[in-house]
């Protein structure tokens, strides 16, 4: 199994495998061009998108600047939003629905590190990482500032309030909010 194959599994992995970094690098010359494109080249930045992401719905729009570690493990639904100096760190599937806000400096972390160093680094110095999947359904707003962790999914019709962490799933038609993140009250 290589190490891209563990990483999409949600097995231990070792992130500096030179496959990953390939795709990294090639991550990395893609959004250097998506960020300097001005907003008013439509066409380009769209182009851009679906060469990086692995699906892009039409009506897609993402200010710059925008992060990602490899793009190919991100979807995003219709007529869905990013605003500004979003992160999505995407070792493993981001899927996010259509119709779904996502306010300014939102970040989506699907790695993690075992928290014991003694499990996080090996003898030789590599660095053992694993990572689980994130999705979002479809009409969903995700105020500014909120950190959306490993393996969390959140229902449909659902808001969660800015600068929230989000550690473990949140249900649909909800708004949540705090840190820890949780439900307040249904909508």
């Not at 991100?74 to 979003?86: P, V």
């Not at 479809?138 to 449909?156: L, M, R, T």
Request: proline letters at 4%.
């Amino acid at each position: 199994m290589t190490e891209k194959e563990k990483m999409l599994s949600g097995q231990n992995y070792l992130a500096r495998d030179p496959e990953l970094i390939l795709l990294h690098k090639n991550c990395r010359k893609i959004l250097s061009e998506f960020n300097s494109i001005t907003s008013d080249n439509v066409e380009s930045r769209i182009s851009l998108l679906n060469n990086l992401f692995e699906k892009v719905e039409d009506g897609v729009w993402i200010e710059s600047p925008f992060y990602c570690d490899y793009g190919i493990n991100i979807s995003i639904g219709k007529n869905t939003f990013i605003n500004f100096n979003c992160v999505f760190i995407d070792n493993n599937k981001i899927e996010i629905g259509s119709n779904v806000l996502i306010g300014p400096g939102v970040h989506f972390y699907t790695p993690s590190h075992p928290v014991k160093s003694k499990e996080r680094v090996k003898s030789d110095g590599k660095y053992i990482t694993n990572a689980l999947p994130i999705k979002v359904g479809n009409n969903v707003w995700i105020g500014g500032n909120s950190s959306i962790c490993q393996g969390v999914k959140i229902g449909s019709n659902t808001t969660i309030g800015a600068n929230s962490l989000v550690l473990s799933d949140i249900p649909a038609g909800v708004l949540a909010y705090g840190n820890p993140c949780k439900v307040i009250k249904k909508l």
